[in-house]
C-alpha cells in the first residue's frame, strides 16, 4: 500500500490557492500509484491565522469541500482547515475523504495555548475520539499535532479499532542545540513520542508535517511513516516541500501484534475504574487518596 | 576582565547546528520577501559580525544581486570598520554603497539651541550615539524605497535582551534572521558561512568613539553574558540556581535589572484602549496575509 505524504507551505489565509495545490497534489498522488494522501494540519489555510480564522472557515456542506471530496474517487486523504460548527464555534478539523465522501471528520482535541501557541484564543477544542473503518481495510485513527502530546490520544485510537494513526501537523521548529539528533530539538522529541506509540499501539504511525514560514516562525516537516515495531519507514528532509511516496506492508499489523499482543493485554476496564476514582477525587466527592490535604 | 578573555570562545551550552540554522534562517528570509511582494534587501553593514553575518545569509538565501549594503561612517567611525566592511560586500560580490552621516548628525548638533552651540558640545556621547543609530535608520529606509528593498536587522539576542540598541534605530527593520541568536552562536554562525575570520574574532564595538567596546563598556565578556542570559532567560533558572552554577550574584542581580528595564524596546507601544477593536489587542491579523501585498 502506497502512502503520499503532501510536505506543503501553504499560503497564510490564502484558501483559494490551497485549495488548488491540494487538487494538484491530490492528481500527482493519484498518478503515482497512491492509495493515502496526507496533508498537514491547516494545509487549507495556513497556521497562524489569528482574526483570519473566521473569515476562512468552512461549514461541511461547504461546496469547496464537496468538490476536494469528489477529487477521491478510488482514494482516501486526510486534509485539514478550519470548521465553522453550525452554531459558529470554529475548529481546527482533520477530515478523512475517501471515494468522493467526507468519511469522518476530527476535531482538534487538545489546543495548545502557551509559550509560542495561542490557539484556545482563537478555536474551539473538539470533544469527540473515534477510529473510522476505511476503504483502505482497516481503522484509521486521526489526529492533530498538539494532540500526540497526550499519551490518551493515540491508546483510545487503538483500542477503538485504529491500526493506522494518521497525525497532520503545523509543528514550528525550536531549539538548534547543536547536541539534538538531526539538530532540532522539537524534531528530536516527536520522533521519541511517535516511534513510542507506534511499538506501544502495535499500529502504523503516519506523521505529515508542513514547512514554510508563517511570521516569525518556521515549520519544520520531516513528516514521517512508523512501522508497529517501532521503526522509522520513512523520514522526509526537515524543511523541504515535497510529496513523498511511502510503500507500506498493512501484513506488518498483523505479525507485530500476534507477536507482542499489547492491545490483547490492555484493560480499559481497569483504567476506566481508576478515572473515574481520580475524576471523582479531583472534584471533591471523593477522598484524595494521594493528597489527603487537597481541598474540598 | 575582557583582557584575560579571548576574543571568541563558544561556551558548549550555546553550540548550535549551524547547518539547520541556515536551512531555516535561509527559508526565513525567502518567506519575509516573498509575503511582502519583494525580491531585494538592505542592509547596514559597519564592518562588525553582526552585519556581516546577516550580509552572508541573505547572499546565500537570495542571491549577491538582491542585496545593497550601506556603509554609513561618521567621522569619528573607526578607519578599520569600513576596510571590514568594505571586504564583506566585495567578497559577496554584491552592491555597495557609503553614505557619510557625518552632516547630517553635524548639522542637527550644530543648530542653535540643540546642544549648547556650534558642534553640540554639551550633547553627551549617548545623545550622539542614539541620533547616529537613527540617522542610519533613517538612511535604510529611504534606500528601502530607491533600492525596492526590504530593511534587514541585524542586531542579536544578546544586545536586545541587555538593551544595549537604540530604539527606533539599530533595530528598526522590517525583519530580523539572527534576532534570536546569542553573540556566540553569531560567531559560531559567521564562521560557519565564511565570514573572514578576522570580523568575528574582533572586539564587538558599537564603534561610536574611538576604541569602544562593547565588552569594556558592559565590564562583562560576551560569552559569560551569553551564558547568563541562556540559563535565565531560555532555561528558566532562578536567581539561586544561577549562582549555584557559578555565576556572580552581583551579575545575576544587575543582568536582571538590564533585562527587565529593556522591556519596552522589545515591543510595539501600547495604543489607549478606546474602541470596539484596537490593534495588536484585540484586532489580531498576520502582518501579511492575501492583499497585503498589492500596491
Known sequence: MRIALAQIAPRLGDLEANLARHHLLLETARADGAALVVFPELGLTGYLLQDLASEVAMRLDDPRLAELAAATRGLSAVVSFVEESIDHRLFIAAALLEDGQIRHVHRKLFLPTYGLFDERRFFAAGDVLRAVPSRLGFGVGLAVCEDFWHLTVPQILALDGAQILINVSSSPGKDLAATNEVGLGTATSWRLLMRTYAQLTTSFVVFCNRVGVDESISFWGGSEVIAPTGAPVFSAPLYDEGLFCVDINPADIRRERIGLPLLRDERPEFQLRELGRIVAERAGLAEDTTDPGATR | ?295
Open chain 2, 1 to 295: 576582565m575582557t583582557g584575560q578573555t579571548p576574543p571568541f570562545e563558544l561556551p558548549p551550552e550555546l553550540a548550535i547546528d549551524t547547518d539547520v540554522a541556515r536551512r531555516v534562517i535561509g527559508g526565513f528570509i525567502r518567506g519575509q520577501l516573498q509575503q511582502a511582494g519583494f525580491e531585494r534587501v538592505v542592509l547596514g553593514l559597519s564592518g562588525g559580525v553582526d552585519s556581516a553575518l546577516v550580509a552572508y545569509l541573505v547572499a546565500e538565501a537570495v542571491g549577491p544581486q538582491a542585496l545593497l549594503c550601506v556603509l554609513m561612517p561618521y567621522r569619528t567611525s573607526s578607519p578599520d570598520s569600513r576596510t571590514d566592511a568594505e571586504a564583506v560586500a566585495a567578497d559577496i560580490r554584491c552592491a555597495s554603497e557609503s553614505v557619510d552621516i557625518s552632516p547630517i548628525v553635524d548639522g542637527y548638533f550644530d543648530s542653535a539651541g540643540v546642544a549648547g552651540g556650534a558642534g553640540g558640545v554639551d550633547a553627551s556621547a549617548l545623545r550622539r550615539g542614539n541620533f547616529m543609530a537613527r540617522a542610519r535608520m533613517a538612511v535604510l529606509y529611504d534606500r528601502s524605497v530607491t533600492w525596492r528593498g526590504l530593511v534587514v536587522g541585524t542586531g542579536n539576542k544578546t544586545e536586545s535582551l541587555i538593551g544595549y540598541t537604540t530604539i527606533f534605530g539599530d533595530n528598526a527593520c522590517a525583519f530580523n534572521p539572527v534576532g534570536d541568536l546569542y553573540k556566540s552562536q553569531v560567531r559560531q554562525l559567521a564562521l560557519a558561512v565564511g565570514v573572514p575570520e578576522s570580523i568575528v574574532r574582533k572586539a564587538p564595538s558599537a564603534d561610536l568613539w574611538p576604541g569602544q567596546t562593547d565588552e569594556m563598556e558592559g565590564g562583562f565578556s560576551y560569552p559569560l553574558l551569553d551564558r547568563l542570559l541562556f540559563w535565565r532567560v531560555d532555561k528558566r533558572r532562578s536567581t539561586e540556581e544561577l549562582v549555584e552554577l557559578g555565576f556572580d550574584l552581583g551579575l545575576v542581580e544587575r543582568v536582571d535589572r538590564m533585562v527587565a528595564g529593556a522591556e519596552f524596546k522589545r515591543q510595539v507601544p501600547p495604543i489607549a484602549k478606546l474602541g470596539p477593536r484596537t490593534a495588536g489587542v484585540d484586532y489580531l491579523y498576520p502582518r501579511r496575509r492575501p492583499g497585503s501585498t498589492a500596491r
